[in-house]
Nanobody, 123 residues
């Protein structure tokens, strides 16, 4: 019914780039703010970026500001995360989450979560 599927992860060298995609299935994503989160081994889950329902409001963690860009295409029912100038510290499993209740968007909450996609930044 309510499913989110992340894709686009992989192995990349420092300084490289990846584009992650979050696709909704069984519902229309335009009713939800969407966030990207990541979790690395031994670390707490971190909110990376989020985008409001309209796409007019975006937020970024300080650690990725200037390097990552979030966008959405409601006609395609997708949200993307463009990741440039990747660093080893970006290595983590990345999750997208749909938020039904956020005002604007939140880096701390989600109602429905995808399965995650692995991003590894290494030489």
């Amino acid at each position: 019914q309510l499913q989110l599927v992340e894709s686009g992860g992989g192995l990349v060298q420092p300084g490289g780039f990846l584009r992650l995609s979050c696709a909704a299935s069984g519902f229309t994503l335009d009713s939800y703010a969407v966030g990207w989160f990541r979790q690395a081994p031994g670390k707490e889950r971190e909110g990376v970026s989020c985008i409001s329902r309209s796409g007019r409001i975006t937020n970024y963690a300080e650690s990725v500001k200037g390097r990552f860009t979030i966008s959405r295409d409601n006609a395609k029912n997708t949200v993307s995360l463009q990741m440039d100038s990747l660093k080893p510290e970006d290595t983590a499993v990345y999750y997208c989450a749909a938020d039904a209740k956020a005002l604007g968007c939140s880096l701390t909450r989600g109602d429905y979560w995808g399965q995650g996609t692995q991003v590894t930044v290494s030489s």
